[in-house]
């Protein structure tokens, strides 16, 4: 059964940085997409980002452009985010996400999220 | 405000069919396929439909959707009460090169 499960929550103060790890079982780690969505308290899923673990390559949303780092490490079938210069505003559920080769924007395994708290 | 847009909330009684709307662009939905999304509440999102109206495996054909131009619907019928969740539309969007979510609906079963 294909599986993604992350690292686990993080608090952390405004100015820091955050690293979440997203470990994949179960399935061919590089032929699937990782992406990574967001949802602060109460809000919506937001789309931050994906990267394709075959070569690497990444896409960024514009509003997180040069903020976030996405990465993957086909030695251990790890996804990594990683956040500079957190805001309050940053306070949200992160989670990573394998997408069906099908489709831009189906992502059909989530790893179970992990609680970013950013707090003075 | 969010490029592709649904209702905030919906609502329905067991048994009934209930729709919920997408509305988006000509760079989104337009132009590429949409997916749904249910989240129960503390839950992570489950893909309901991909490719417009392409369902994954266990996934109850209860859940049925459509597209056509720049909208797309989500379609529910006999509804039960575990259907209460949010839902959410999904497109890429080919101006600013990312997955764009609406803002979700909110459906309770009455």
């Known amino acids: 059964e294909a599986q993604l499960v992350q690292s686990g929550a993080e608090v952390k103060k405004p100015g820091a940085s955050v690293r979440i790890s997203c470990k994949a079982s179960?399935?061919?780690?590089?032929?699937?997409?990782i992406h990574w969505v967001r949802q602060a308290p109460g809000k919506g899923l937001e789309w931050l980002g994906l990267?394709?673990?075959?070569?690497?390559?990444?896409v960024y949303a514009e509003n997180f452009q040069g903020r976030v780092s996405l990465t993957a490490d086909r030695s251990t079938d790890t996804s990594f985010m990683e956040v500079n210069n957190l805001k309050s505003e940053d306070t949200a559920l992160y989670f990573c996400?394998?997408?069906?080769?099908?489709?831009?924007?189906?992502?059909?395994?989530w790893g179970q999220g992990t609680m970013v708290t950013v707090s003075s | 405000q969010s490029v592709v847009t649904q209702p905030p909330s919906a609502s329905g009684t067991p048994g009934q069919r209930v729709t919920i709307s997408c509305s988006g662009g000509s760079s989104n939905i337009g132009s590429n396929t949409v997916s749904w999304y249910q989240q129960v509440p503390e839950t992570t999102p489950k893909l309901l439909i991909y490719n417009d109206n392409q369902r994954p495996q266990g996934v109850p054909d209860r859940f049925s959707a459509s597209k056509s131009g720049t909208s797309a619907s989500l379609a529910i019928s006999g509804l039960q009460s575990e259907d209460e969740a949010d839902y959410y539309c999904a497109a890429w969007d080919d101006s600013l090169d990312a997955v764009i979510f609406a803002g979700g609906t909110k459906l309770t079963v009455l």
């Open positions: 996400a394998r997408k069906l080769p099908v489709a831009h924007d189906a992502f059909d395994v």
């Open positions: 179960g399935y061919i780690f590089i032929d699937y997409y």
């Open positions: 990267v394709d673990p075959e070569d690497d390559e990444v």
